[in-house]
């Protein structure tokens, strides 16, 4: 007789998980900036290379091992970088370069194919604060399909995300600006 509770009171649980999944946004949207003292135009040509990116985003020292590709043209439109971790987890993705708004904006797609698949718009956006100082917007977003929403209820992603990227806008602007060009 107990078991049939707990069978029921667990079968409820879900079904009540399952229902109010049905209401729950699936959608999160992530932004952080920070100010760099560096021009805009010279912000803008290092955030235009993905192979920059390996340099101060928080997840480069995450994948020792890893296999990197490139195709295209860094800094252009359809430029390519495909990357697969041969140690430890595997985790294979690649991020391509979809738009650039030159000077202002760039628009690229994270796809992750392994260990899951999922496509995460993001932005990165510079804007002229005065003659010597950038303010840098990091955007993204992404969204959990149904049940998998359901995490959303528990756990924001916006919240970890941004924290990443914060750390990644944080080494950027160590490297922007300890540099001597």
């Known amino acids: 007789m107990k078991l049939k509770k707990v069978v029921f009171i667990l079968i409820t649980l879900i079904v009540i998980l399952l229902v109010a999944a049905l209401f ?50 860094d800094g252009e439109i359809g430029y390519i970088f495909f990357w697969t971790n041969v140690n430890g987890v595997k985790t294979t993705g690649e991020q391509e370069i979809m738009n650039i708004d030159e000077g202002h904006r760039l628009d690229f797609e994270l796809r992750f194919l392994e260990p899951f698949e999922a496509i995460i718009p993001s932005s990165m956006i510079t804007e002229t604060i005065d003659a010597n100082n950038t303010k840098v917007i990091w955007l993204t977003n992404g969204e959990l399909s149904y049940p998998l929403n ?32």
């Open 24 to 73: 729950i946004s699936n959608k999160y949207d992530v932004e952080r900036s920070i100010v760099i003292n560096k021009p805009k135009a010279e912000v803008f040509d290092y955030l235009r290379y993905i192979k920059n990116y390996e340099k101060f985003v928080k997840w480069k020292d995450i994948h020792s091992g890893r296999r990197n590709v490139y195709k295209g043209i």
């Open 150 to 181: 359901i995490v959303l209820m528990f756990y924001y992603y916006g919240e970890k995300i941004g924290d990443d990227l914060s750390i990644g806008l944080n080494n950027l602007k160590v490297i922007l600006e300890d540099s001597n060009e």
